[in-house]
T-cell receptor, first 116, second 115 residues
Framework: AQTVTQSQPEMSVQEAETVTLSCTYDTSESNYYLFWYKQPPSRQMILVIRQEAYKQQNATENRFSVNFQKAAKSFSLKISDSQLGDTAMYFCAFMKANQAGTALIFGKGTTLSVSS | DTEVTQTPKHLVMGMTNKKSLKCEQHMGHRAMYWYKQKAKKPPELMFVYSYEKLSINESVPSRFSPECPNSSLLNLHLHALQPEDSALYLC??????????????FGPGTRLTVL
């Protein structure tokens, strides 16, 4: 069974600092996408960054970057120069596909609080 | 543009009411999804439509009835709900289907309260 594990329920960081959120997953597939979604208290789920498993280069989007270790099935998110607006719940997700269709498998989430 | 819109933003209904949630996207996506999300929990998949046909129903009670009138629009009809159905209902869309390299984009959600 495919699973996604986020081992940090809550994290806190101060503005301008760097924080890393961890995620591990389990799958037997060879190619797939991994995602980090952000859900601020205002609730809209926003795509932060995605990584295709076949690509060895780690994805980067401005202050957000990932450390993708395929062999270890690890997909951590690094947020540099943290801002108050980064306060949110962060979900790591894996895209599962089969004959029935596609589905996102989510981790339980990490609540990140950024303080001034 | 990666916008998925949902109406209404908030909905309060009694257990005997009938109401509908609406979701719309104009990105040309051919797959649309309904999720239910409880506070501080990840979204739970309810239904998937692909090319306007229901392809996945995650054993959702019949008091929830999805409908996909066209490729841009997805409805969720609600009838005889229970208080435990109170949650945030999220709609999402994606370009492809049955592809593990697809990406889903979410709407802002409808906060449903059942009295």
């Amino acid at each position: 069974a495919q699973t996604v594990t986020q081992s940090q329920p809550e994290m806190s960081v101060q503005e301008a600092e760097t924080v890393t959120l961890s995620c591990t997953y389990d799958t037997s597939e060879s190619n797939y996408y991994l995602f980090w979604y952000k859900q601020p208290p205002s609730r809209q789920m926003i795509l932060v960054i995605r990584q295709e498993a076949y690509k060895q280069q780690n994805a980067t989007e401005n202050r957000f970057s990932v450390n993708f270790q395929k062999a270890a099935k690890s997909f951590s998110l690094k947020i540099s120069d943290s801002q108050l607006g980064d306060t949110a719940m962060y979900f790591c997700a894996f895209m599962k596909a089969n004959q029935a269709g596609t589905a996102l498998i989510f981790g339980k989430g990490t609540t990140l609080s950024v303080s001034s | 543009d990666t916008e998925v819109t949902q109406t209404p933003k908030h909905l309060v209904m009694g257990m005997t009411n009938k109401k509908s949630l609406k979701c719309e996207q104009h990105m040309g996506h051919r797959a649309m999804y309904w999720y239910k999300q409880k506070a501080k929990k990840p979204p739970e998949l309810m239904f998937v439509y692909s090319y306007e046909k229901l392809s996945i129903n995650e054993s959702v009670p019949s008091r929830f009835s999805p409908e996909c009138p066209n490729s841009s629009l997805l409805n969720l009809h609600l009838h005889a709900l229970q208080p435990e159905d109170s949650a945030l209902y999220l709609c999402a869309s994606s370009q492809a289907w049955r592809s593990s390299t697809d990406t889903q984009y979410f709407g802002p959600g409808t906060r449903l309260t059942v009295l």
